[in-house]
Nanobody, 120 residues
């Protein structure tokens, strides 16, 4: 079974930085794309950023210019570098992957989430 394990969350002051990691149990080659979603209390889960197999990145307008998503295929890991953090970035961040090959095709996988808290 595919497993996604997030790490790197924590508490920082506004203007600070965090780097989230999402380690997959298998090669990233089996996925169409991977991304980071976030959900604040009382709000809908929303896409923060995603990245395709070709390295094309997409960002929510609210994080564009501050967040950077990247991959390390050798480590089977996707990262989210978060700079200039704001209190409104406070949320649980979830790693997501969509399968493209064999038994993984068309299936969606999620990590358990990691808490990010930004204080003012």
């Amino acid at each position: 079974q595919v497993q996604l394990v997030e790490s790197g969350g924590g508490s920082v002051q506004a203007g600070g930085s965090l780097r989230l990691s999402c380690a997959a149990s298998g090669s990233l080659f089996i996925f169409n794309e991977m991304g980071w979603y976030r959900q604040a209390p009382g709000l809908q889960r929303e896409l923060a950023a995603n990245i395709t197999r070709g390295g094309s990145a997409n960002y929510a307008d609210s994080v564009k210019g501050r967040f950077t998503i990247s991959r390390d295929n050798a480590k089977n890991t996707v990262y989210l570098q978060m700079n200039s953090l704001k209190p409104e970035d406070t949320a649980v961040y979830y790693c997501n992957a969509n399968g493209r090959l064999g038994p993984f095709r068309g299936r969606d996988y999620w990590g358990q989430g990691t808490q990010v808290t930004v204080s003012s």
